[in-house]
Structure formats: structure tokens, C-alpha cells
């Protein structure tokens, strides 16, 4: 049996499927007690963050995968590591061998330059508390998720033909979900990433261009891109009811990623054994999103 942590998001969904699909028993973790899941989950009620209550669901699990936004939002990053290093204490006590977290690409880099800190998150707590857990652990360290292109600039293109964005050269290698969850399966499934904390990328760099020029193509509605100085695209990201930390640390993201080069690590596909997916075909699948 493998606990999912952050089992009903972006991520965590897909690896449940994935688990499911190998034949695998799935425990699924969820605040909400009306959450959907698929059929054949044990769906249980609790809050990572406050560990003591999945101290029965630990009961039968050998693996379990640590979602960093579901150890809590907000909260002191010391108490973060804690209730984290809590978490996997009580999985060790009832018979848990081996932990995989999500982590980031950015961990390593300067605090401040990690735009997931000002939203409140600490990835690097979570995979340090995952670490020293005792368990064998893996640590998976996406990049930029496709996801994010969303956040910035759907509201825009459900309004509109133009996108206005800041830092035009700024660039990625954008990381379909599916990708971060099928190299967590493989973490919870083979022992051959124990130890290690692959860095994950999508399979080619796209500037901001590039990836608006792929949305407007899934959407069949050619898109036009127009740079704007830092704090027109504030401004337009604000009008698109964006919260502002994450504003801040989108504009971070690209300001840093503008005088930088992209990464492409290839380790997604070197874990899968297959390429990895393309932004066109991310896009393709969240079509609807962008639309009215
Ligand atoms: N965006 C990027 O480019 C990027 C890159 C690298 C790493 N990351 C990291 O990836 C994580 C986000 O992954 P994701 O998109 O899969 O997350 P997500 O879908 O937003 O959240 C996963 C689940 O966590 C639970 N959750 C959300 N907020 C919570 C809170 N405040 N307290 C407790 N539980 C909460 C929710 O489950 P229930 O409501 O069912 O309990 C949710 O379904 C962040 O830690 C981020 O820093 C992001």
C-alpha cells in the first residue's frame, strides 16, 4: 500500500492514476471529505500537517509519497521541517520504509530567489525533513511546471488575442504533470533513484513566446504576444485576480530566468525510458482552460 499526500492536485492526481494502473494499492490523502477519487482508492480524511491525524492511515503502508504544499501553507518554515519530520516518524513507527517527496528545482538557489518562499511554501524543509527521515528517500525536483502558464496569463487569453508579459527572452523547459508524477511512481515503485534527487525538466526550452504561440495553436486562435515593462504585466496579472506574492514571484521567476539560460536536464526521460511530453500536447490537453 503507498500513501499519497497531496493526492487530489495537480500532481498527485496523476500519481494516483499511475499507481492504480500498476496494479498498485493506493492510499489518498485529502482534507476534504467530499473529494472525488477514483474508483479503487482508499480515500482517507486528514492533514498532513498535523500528522496525528494519519496516524491509523500509516496502518499497511510501505511507501509514501510527501506532497510539500500539503505539509501547509504559510506556516513558519522551522514548524514546516517538523511537522514534516513528524509525519515521516509516524510512518517509520508503523512499518514505512521508504518516503519520496516533491521538491524543487530552485532549492539550492538563494532563499529570496525562490518565488514558491514568498507564497508561503518550503520546499527545501520538506526534502530536508524527508532526508534525515531514516527511510529510504527520494527527492524529485521539478522545474517550471507547465501549469504555471495558466496561473499567468489564462485570464488574459479568455479576454483576449494579446498577451502582455514581462521579460520576453525569459525561458523554460515547461514540465507536463504527468511527467513529475510518473518519475514519483517510479521512485515508489523501483529502488534505483534511492539516494538521489533527479532534476526534472520538460524536453525543450520555450521562451514565453514560444509557449503563448503553442496555447494560441491548441486553442485555434492565433495569440500575439507584447512586452510590457514589470509593472504593466504586474498590473495585468493583478486585474486577472492574481494574489500578489504570486504575482511577485512569477515576475522573480522570469527576471531570474531572463539572465539565465534554460535548462534541459533530461533526467525525465532517462528515468522513464521514453521522451518526455511537449508543451504543444500539455496545451492541447488544457485547452479549456484558456477558453471562455
Ligand atoms: N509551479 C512550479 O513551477 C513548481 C516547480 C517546482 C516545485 N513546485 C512545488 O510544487 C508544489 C505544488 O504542487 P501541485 O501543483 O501539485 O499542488 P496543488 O495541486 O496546488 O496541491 C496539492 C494538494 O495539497 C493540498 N493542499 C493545498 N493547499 C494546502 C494547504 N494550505 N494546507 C494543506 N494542504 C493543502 C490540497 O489537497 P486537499 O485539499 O485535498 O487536502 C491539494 O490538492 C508546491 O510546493 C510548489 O512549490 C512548483
Redesign the pocket.
Known amino acids: 500500500m503507498i500513501l499519497v499526500?497531496?493526492?487530489?492536485?495537480?500532481?498527485?492526481r496523476h500519481l494516483v492514476e499511475l499507481l492504480l494502473a500498476e496494479g498498485v494499492s493506493v492510499r489518498a490523502?485529502?482534507?476534504?471529505p467530499a473529494?472525488t477519487l477514483p474508483d479503487g482508492v482508499d480515500a482517507v480524511v486528514g492533514?498532513?500537517?498535523r500528522p496525528a491525524t494519519l496516524a491509523a492511515a500509516m496502518q499497511g503502508v510501505h511507501a509514501v509519497f510527501v506532497?510539500?504544499?500539503?505539509?501547509?501553507?504559510?506556516r513558519d518554515p522551522g514548524l514546516i521541517r517538523e511537522s514534516t519530520g513528524e509525519l515521516l516518524r509516524l510512518a517509520r513507527d508503523n512499518g514505512v520504509t521508504k518516503a519520496v517527496a516533491?521538491?524543487?528545482?530552485?532549492v539550492d538557489h538563494p532563499l529570496d530567489q525562490q518565488p514558491?518562499r514568498l507564497?508561503g511554501?518550503y520546499?527545501k524543509e520538506?526534502e530536508a525533513a524527508t532526508v534525515e527521515s531514516g527511510l529510504q528517500w527520494t527527492a524529485v525536483?521539478?522545474?517550471?511546471?507547465a501549469?504555471?502558464t495558466i496561473t499567468s496569463w489564462a485570464a488574459q487569453i479568455r479576454h483576449g488575442d494579446v498577451v502582455r508579459s514581462a521579460y520576453g527572452q525569459s525561458a523554460w523547459a515547461p514540465?507536463h504533470?504527468r511527467d513529475i508524477a510518473a518519475v514519483a511512481a517510479h521512485a515508489l515503485l523501483h529502488d534505483d533513484l534511492a539516494g538521489h534527487k533527479p532534476v526534472l525538466t520538460g524536453p525543450e526550452v520555450l521562451t514565453q513566446a514560444d509557449m503563448i504561440d503553442a496555447i494560441g495553436k491548441a486553442i485555434g486562435r492565433p495569440l500575439h504576444y507584447e512586452e510590457v515593462p514589470h509593472e504593466a504585466a504586474r498590473a495585468a496579472m493583478a486585474r486577472g485576480g492574481l494574489p500578489e506574492p504570486i504575482i511577485d514571484g512569477f515576475l522573480k521567476m522570469q527576471a531570474i530566468s531572463y539572465l539565465q539560460p534554460g535548462l534541459v536536464s533530461k533526467e525525465t526521460e532517462n528515468i522513464l525510458g521514453r521522451p518526455g511530453l511537449t508543451f504543444a500536447q500539455w496545451a492541447v490537453e488544457h485547452a479549456g482552460a484558456f477558453t471562455p
Not at 490523502?29 to 476534504?32: I, P
Not at 506532497?67 to 504559510?74: E, K, L
Not at 516533491?102 to 530552485?106: D, K
Open positions: 499526500t497531496g493526492a487530489t492536485g495537480v500532481v498527485g490523502v485529502t482534507r476534504d473529494a492533514d498532513p500537517s506532497h510539500p504544499r500539503a505539509m501547509g501553507q504559510g516533491m521538491s524543487a528545482l530552485n514558491s507564497r511554501e520546499n520538506v525536483r521539478p522545474g517550471y511546471f501549469t504555471n514540465l504533470e
